[in-house]
């Protein structure tokens, strides 16, 4: 095309890319230098130092988490970014393994009503974050459906407390918000199996289950990595619910952000703690699509 | 559907009921005549939600989200339909890089934004948190949005029709006016309804960036801590749950209707 034609697509792309650019650009940058300058007081100091990463990696007493040990000064910071990796990693596996046959039954099973199935699965999506985490609240609180439930019936006379407030709690309701993000991109890359590839490998003798694992398994792997990658990435960094149902035992490291912004007053410290968070996820990102051999495979797929 | 049993059909159905179960309890609750969210059910009562109704401080955060969201989804909307245009029809260069660029906020943990968002306006802007701020925060989450759905209705049709167009002598605004505009109408429907879903039930970026006058999940939010507020919460809720349901489903219906009506008898 003219070069004409890639001024006027520039100028159409321009409005959105400088929104872009303002609000989601200058915040990161913002961020990066923010973490370079140190709270002293009520004011903040601009001279640039590593000041707030020393202070994340300085050596300590430390603590002992899990048998985990964690020999820092603070070791604050360090202590919830492992337990936010290792309460996302759980929730996603679990979705994962729970949307995929929903996405597999939708692809191949379904073939009336196919439309309604899919609203079924978009509505809630769509519907509000902080609503379906509250929802949980309602199901395990102290005075909540399972407990009051269980009383009516006489099957328990006290309240069971350790249903909310704790990592379990905290997994069940992350995983519950963001199932219905994952079924929809495993769906797309079921649907878009080539059947006739299917028919080839049972007429060449595969039986239904190297069928499967030989041409159904590695072909939908491009929407379950994207589906892997799009839940696990936001809800390294969520704070919703933590705060909700999570209690004093469940909190992650999107609380500490949030505290060290609103209430204790040391932003570039919670700048630098996003930092090292974004840096930690896009490295265990890139580490996993490399050992899935990703870039092979998305030439192989196209 | 095959008529034998299906053990994947059962899997699906239980899916759907866990995925639906939780919130479902929201508007259960919200009618039962009792001050707890608890088991046993004591009675059908509509007073939550004139207590609801009732409430002025909770009236006015309604009125901040829906100004706030239809603000929003009409200028996100209005900037990602160029821009979706741009990336479809024409060669830009570099055009892969700035999508994936623009497409950030649906990976990216909201808190990092909104911290972001909330120290280039405090600190380089030196401006007040306002509902301006609010919907700054959600421009940016709702354009990525708006774009992938125009994209693929932008994609789905049939390019020839434009081409067609330009060769009978319409110039560029002409063909876009009459040609493109009305075949991607229903991918700008949608996307004004999604934007506005997606800025209404917003809370960690309006959370941070919220001032004196809270948008309905904030406010929510805070009420959230006060067990007595809890009958009032669960009606207003309901109600929220109940009205992205309706909205999402115009949406798809928008939608399918698009596309079944450019190929038909093609589902």
């Given amino acids: ?302 | 559907m095959t008529k034998r049993f299906d053990l994947l059909f059962v899997y699906a159905v239980f899916f759907v009921l866990f995925l639906y179960g939780p919130m479902l309890l929201m508007p259960l609750f919200s009618l039962n005549d009792g001050n707890f969210a608890t088991f046993p059910l004591k009675g059908f009562t509509l007073r939550h939600y004139g207590e609801m109704a009732a409430n002025t401080s909770m009236m006015t955060a309604l009125k901040n989200s829906l100004i706030v969201g239809i603000c929003v989804s009409i200028t996100s909307t209005a900037l990602a339909l160029p821009a979706a245009l741009a990336l479809t029809r024409y060669r830009v260069p570099g055009g892969g890089a700035i999508l994936s660029f623009m497409m950030l906020p649906l990976v990216v943990p909201s808190i990092v934004l909104a911290v972001g968002l909330l120290v280039v306006i405090l600190r380089i802007l030196g401006l007040p948190l306002s509902l301006w701020t609010v919907a700054a925060g959600h421009l940016m989450l709702c354009i990525p949005f708006g774009m992938t759905v125009l994209m693929s209705r932008l994609e789905g049709f049939d390019k020839s029709l434009e081409e067609a167009s330009r060769d009978l002598g319409a110039g560029g605004w002409s063909t876009f006016r009459r040609v493109t505009l009305p075949l991607a109408a229903p991918g700008v429907i949608s996307s004004l309804l999604l934007c506005f879903i997606i800025s209404f039930d917003e809370f960690v970026i309006s959370f941070f960036l919220t001032g004196t006058d809270s948008t309905l999940p904030v406010f929510l939010f805070s009420q959230l801590r006060f067990p007595n507020k809890l009958p009032g919460t669960l009606a207003l809720g309901s109600l929220i749950l109940v009205g992205s349901a309706v909205l999402v489903i115009l949406a798809e219906i928008v939608r399918k209707r698009g596309v079944a009506s450019d190929n038909p008898g093609d589902l």
């Fill in chain 1, 1 to 302: 095309m003219s070069a004409g034609s890639a001024r006027t697509g520039l100028s159409l792309l321009s409005p959105a890319f400088l929104v872009m650019a303002a609000t989601l650009l200058a915040p990161v940058v913002a961020l990066v230098v923010m973490s370079f300058w140190t709270q002293s007081g009520f004011e903040i100091d601009r001279t640039f130092t590593l000041d707030n990463y020393a202070r994340l990696g300085e050596p300590g007493e430390g603590v002992v988490w899990y048998g985990i040990r964690f020999p820092f000064a603070y070791p604050v910071p360090a202590v919830l970014m492992v337990k936010s990796l290792a309460m996302s990693l759980m929730a996603t596996i679990c979705v994962i393994g729970v949307a995929w046959p929903m996405a597999y039954f939708l692809a191949f099973r379904v073939t009336r009503y196919k439309a309604m199935w899919i609203i079924l699965l978009t509505i809630p999506f769509w519907t509000s974050y902080l609503l379906r985490v509250f929802s949980w609240k309602i199901v395990l609180g102290f005075n909540g459906a399972i407990n009051s439930g269980l009383q009516w019936l006489g099957l328990i006379r006290e309240p069971l407390e350790f249903l909310l407030y704790n990592p379990i709690a905290v997994m069940i309701t992350l995983a519950h918000s963001w199932i219905a993000f994952s079924v929809l991109p495993i769906y797309v890359s079921l649907e878009k199996i080539d059947r006739s590839l299917l028919e080839a490998a049972s007429d060449l003798g595969d039986s239904k289950w190297a069928r499967f694992r030989r041409i159904t398994l590695p072909l939908s792997m491009p929407g379950t990595i994207a589906a892997t990658l799009l839940i696990f990435i936001p809800t390294v960094g969520d704070y919703v619910t933590p705060t909700l149902v999570g209690g004093p035992g469940g909190t992650m490291v999107g609380s500490l952000v949030q505290q060290l912004f609103l209430k204790q007053n040391d932003a570039p410290m919670g700048a630098a703690i996003s930092i090292v968070m974004m840096l930690i996820i896009a490295a265990l990102v890139g580490l996993f699509l490399w050992a899935i051999g990703y870039g092979r495979m998305r030439k192989r797929i196209g």
